[in-house]
C-alpha cells in the first residue's frame, strides 16, 4: 500500500510510539483488502460504535487511556452510539439497577474519555446520527471513517457517503490519523452489486423483515433491489428513509450488508441505475412466502415461548422524529378501538435526546404518554446485556435486537395488537 | 489427512481443535455472553448458528466462511484475546471481512496473545473439517486437516 512521505513518518514514529502503532494498524487493515493507499476523511464529523463502559472491556478502556495519555484525540469531532443505561425511563428492578451499575462500572470513565478525544457534545449518543436534529449528516460522496453498521449502511445506502464497515477501534485510528484505507465501498468497484434482489410481494413487505432476508442470503455483498419503488414512490421522503433505516439495520445485522441499492430510490441508483449491477449478479426472488418463511426461521429462545411479554422496546435503530409521532398515533387509535386506556405491555419507546426533545414540543407527545408508554434515550441491546433483563420475556418490532438479544420478534401490526388487547 | 493453502492475514503457527461453523459467524452475538459472565471457554451463545450454539470457541481452530453482524465484531475479538478467552487461530474458507480482520490485526498488534488468522481456504476446506478434527496451521498459510 502507497504511503506518502508524512505517512511512512508516523509510522516509523515520528509522532511517537503509539501513533506508529495506530498507523501500522491501518496499515495492516488495509493492506488485507488490497488497500492501494490511504485516502484523506472528508466528512466533518465521525462517528463511534462504542457507547458503554461495561465492565468486561477493561483492555478497551486502558487503550483509550494510553491514547489520552499520548496527547492523542480525534481530528474530528464525533457522535457515539446509544447510552446502555436509562434507569429514569426504563423500568428495572432495584436488584436489576444494581446489575446495571456493576456491569458498567467503567461508564463515567468511559463517558469522560469520550469528551476528552471529541465528543460532539453530552447528548450526541445515538446510533442514527444522521437525523437532522442531530446534525452528524455526511454529503455524498464524502469519505468517512464510522462504525455502527446500521449507521454505515444508511450513510453509503442512503446519503452516497463512502465508508467500509469498520470494526470499533479502527473508526477511531482513522479519525485520530485523518485517513482511512482505499479499498472496497471507499471505491467505485466495490460500490457495485453481486446480487439483485428482486421483491415481488402483494403489498410493502415490512422493513425489518425484508432486510433479514437480504442479509442472510447475500452476507457482506451489496445487493440491488428491485421491485421496492412501486410501494415507496422515488422521492427520498422521511417516511421512505425511515424504512430503509430499518431495512438496512436488519441487512447490516442479520448479514453483513455495508451497501444497498434501490432502483429509483437510493442517490447512486438514480444516477448510474443498472450500471452498478455486475455482470455475473445472482438473484434472490423474494415473496410473501419466502418472507413468511424467514420470519418463521427465527428461533424463540425464552425459557417459556408462551410467557406473556413484561416489557417491548420499539426503536432499534433509534427512532425519527416522523416515526415517534406516528406510533404515538397508532398505539392511541390501537387503544381507543380497544375501549383501553393504558398499553398491555410496559412499552419503551427509544430515540435519540435531540429528536425526543422535538418531539416533546408536539401534540402527540401527550398522546402516547396518556398511553403509558414510556420515551428513552437508551441502546435497548445493552439493557438485555444485564443477564437479569434478558432472562425476561421481551418483544421488540427490531431484527437487530432480536439478532443479539432474548428478545422476540415482532412486526408493527402484531406488536400494536399485543399492546392493545387484554392480557388474560 | 489434507491440505489446503490460503492466505495469511496474521502470521503464526498453531495446532487445535476444529470447531465448524457453516454459516456466517456473527462476533457479537456468539461471544456476549463468555464476554458478560467472563467465561473463559467462552460458550457460543448465538441463538441462530446452529452449528456451534453453546459449544466452548476458545483455543478452538474456529473454522467459517466469514464473520457477520455488528461493527463491535473487532473489539469483541480483541477483548477476548486480552481475556484469555480467543480461539487459537481463525480460519475462512473465503476472503476475511473487515470486522474479523481488525480483531485479528487489533490482538496482533495490541496485546501478546497469538490469534493466527489465514483467509481464503476455499469452500472445499469447509466441506472437509469436521468438529473435533486437529487443525495444523503452518506459517506460509498451509493449513492441515486430521
Known amino acids: 500500500m502507497y504511503l506518502d512521505k508524512n505517512q511512512a513518518k508516523i509510522l516509523n514514529g515520528s509522532e511517537g510510539e503509539t501513533m506508529a502503532k495506530i498507523m501500522k494498524t491501518l496499515v495492516m487493515y488495509g493492506e488485507t483488502f488490497d488497500a492501494d493507499k490511504l485516502i484523506p476523511i472528508t466528512s466533518e464529523e465521525g462517528h463511534l460504535v462504542t457507547s458503554f463502559g461495561i465492565n468486561v472491556m477493561d483492555p478497551y478502556y486502558e487503550m483509550f487511556e494510553s491514547l489520552l495519555d499520548a496527547g492523542i484525540v480525534s481530528k474530528q469531532n464525533f457522535t457515539v452510539d446509544p447510552s446502555p443505561v436509562d434507569m429514569g425511563n426504563v423500568p428495572a428492578s432495584p436488584i436489576q439497577k444494581l446489575v446495571f451499575k456493576i456491569l458498567y462500572k ?194 424463540c429462545i425464552w425459557k417459556n415461548p408462551n410467557s406473556k411479554p413484561k416489557l417491548a422496546f420499539i426503536g432499534c435503530p433509534h427512532l425519527s422524529l416522523l416515526q415517534l409521532k406516528d406510533w404515538a398515533k397508532k398505539i392511541d387509535d390501537k387503544l381507543r378501538s380497544n375501549d383501553k386506556k393504558k398499553v398491555s405491555v410496559p412499552t419503551v419507546l427509544t430515540s435519540s435526546v435531540p429528536v425526543i426533545n422535538e418531539f416533546k414540543k408536539t401534540e402527540e407527545y401527550q398522546i402516547l404518554i396518556s398511553t403509558g408508554v414510556k420515551l428513552s434515550y437508551i441502546c435497548p441491546l445493552m439493557y438485555l446485556s444485564n443477564p437479569l433483563c434478558s432472562k425476561m420475556p421481551i418483544i421488540t418490532n427490531s431484527n437487530k435486537l432480536r439478532t443479539y438479544t432474548t428478545a422476540k420478534y415482532y412486526k408493527d401490526d402484531e406488536i400494536l395488537n399485543i399492546l392493545g388487547k387484554e392480557l388474560g | 489427512m489434507r491440505e489446503f493453502k490460503g492466505r495469511v492475514v496474521v502470521p503464526g503457527t498453531a495446532t487445535a481443535t476444529a470447531l465448524v461453523s457453516t454459516q456466517g459467524f456473527n462476533t457479537l452475538a456468539s461471544f456476549k455472553k463468555a464476554l458478560l459472565a467472563k467465561k473463559l471457554d467462552a460458550p457460543c451463545s448465538d441463538q441462530d448458528n446452529k452449528d456451534i450454539y453453546e459449544k466452548p470457541m476458545a483455543k478452538k481452530a474456529l473454522c467459517m466462511p466469514q464473520t457477520i453482524g455488528s461493527t463491535t465484531g473487532g473489539i469483541v475479538l480483541y477483548c477476548a484475546s486480552e481475556m484469555g478467552a480467543s480461539p487459537a487461530c481463525l480460519l475462512f474458507s473465503e476472503s476475511i471481512d473487515s470486522l474479523a480482520a481488525a480483531g485479528a490485526i487489533l490482538s496482533d498488534i495490541w496485546t501478546d496473545v497469538a490469534m493466527p488468522t489465514v483467509d481464503r481456504l476455499g469452500p472445499e476446506f469447509l466441506d472437509y473439517v469436521k468438529e473435533g478434527m486437529t487443525v495444523i496451521i503452518k506459517e506460509d498459510g498451509i493449513v492441515q486437516v486430521d
Not at chain 1, 453530552?122 to 442531530?134: G, I
Not at chain 1, 463512502?162 to 477511531?172: D, K, P, Q, V, Y
Open chain 1, 106 to 299: 467503567n461508564q463515567k470513565r468511559y463517558d469522560d474519555q469520550l469528551k476528552r478525544m471529541g465528543l460532539k457534545g453530552e447528548d450526541m449518543y445515538t446510533c442514527t446520527c444522521y437525523m437532522d436534529e442531530v446534525g452528524n449528516i455526511p454529503d455524498y460522496g464524502d469519505i468517512l471513517s464510522w462504525a455502527e453498521s446500521s449507521a454505515v449502511v444508511y450513510a453509503n445506502s442512503v446519503l452516497g457517503a463512502r465508508c467500509n464497515r469498520n470494526s470499533a477501534i479502527i473508526e477511531m485510528f482513522g479519525s485520530i490519523i485523518g485517513y482511512v484505507p482505499n479499498f472496497g465501498l471507499t471505491t467505485n468497484d466495490g460500490r457495485k452489486a453481486t446480487w439483485v434482489i428482486e421483491v415481488k410481494t402483494n403489498k410493502l413487505p415490512e422493513a425489518q423483515v425484508l432486510g433479514s432476508a437480504i442479509g442472510l442470503k447475500v452476507m457482506e455483498s451489496v445487493p440491488y433491489v428491485k421491485g421496492l419503488d412501486k410501494f415507496l414512490g422515488n422521492e427520498l421522503t422521511q417516511e421512505v428513509k425511515d424504512y430503509l433505516k430499518d431495512m438496512g439495520a436488519a441487512t447490516a445485522s442479520n448479514g453483513a450488508v455495508g451497501l444497498y441499492h434501490v432502483e429509483g430510490i437510493t442517490p447512486e441508483a438514480k444516477k448510474l441505475k443498472e450500471d452498478l449491477i455486475k455482470e455475473e449478479a445472482k438473484e434472490y426472488v423474494i415473496d410473501d412466502s419466502e418472507l413468511l418463511r424467514v420470519q418463521n426461521s427465527y428461533p
